[in-house]
């Protein structure tokens, strides 16, 4: 018990001591590769234990979870590709749709309206002016899709809010919005 009561009592006023000592100066540490790390450079020249890595991936390959990168430019020709070139990849099931509904909802509707007549509550709070009605626009998936990524005039890019899934389904309802529309 005595011993004890010695060992706690040098321990004390060791950490005492070295807690007490110059601040400008280092330190002793405990466990220093805790603190000061060996870079590694996984893309370096010499790679991870001398071994080269190639950083890129193999071509015509995705992510896992991933999806195609979008690559179409954010122009006017883009637009027009996106117009003949994408197709929905996702099926127009009532679960899609379903999401679809949920998503404009919360990103859309304020702005496009429940209807997508452009008349949501920022227009009618005349925030916004000219918001489109999509009956009057000449859309399609592809171009629906591009927008959503880019965004278009006063609406900014929703490509990041959204996930791949996500923008087609919000897809799926616009063009069912616009063909309500149009009966």
Request: with cysteine; glycine share 10%.
């Amino acid at each position: 018990m005595m011993k004890n009561i010695k060992i706690v009592a040098v321990l004390i006023i060791f950490v005492g001591m070295v807690s007490c000592a110059d601040k400008r100066s280092p330190q002793v540490q405990y466990m220093p590769d805790m603190y000061v790390s060996v870079p590694y450079k996984t893309d370096g020249s010499n790679g991870l234990n001398g071994t080269p890595v190639n950083s890129k991936p193999v071509a015509g390959t995705i992510p896992r979870g991933g999806h195609p990168a979008y690559d179409i430019p954010n122009t006017i020709d883009g637009y027009e590709k996106a117009r003949t070139e994408l197709t929905n990849p996702l099926e127009a099931s009532e679960a899609n749709l379903e999401k679809g509904k949920t998503t404009y909802e919360i990103y859309c509707i304020s702005c496009h309206g429940k209807k997508g007549d452009g008349n949501g509550y920022l227009s009618q709070a005349e925030k916004f002016n000219g918001i489109p009605n999509y009956k009057d626009r000449d859309i399609n998936a592809g171009t629906i899709y591009h927008v959503i990524m880019h965004g278009k005039n006063l609406m900014g890019s929703h490509s990041s809010q959204l996930t791949y899934n996500e923008r087609w389904q919000v897809v799926h309802y616009v063009e069912k919005l616009r063909a309500d529309l149009l009966k």
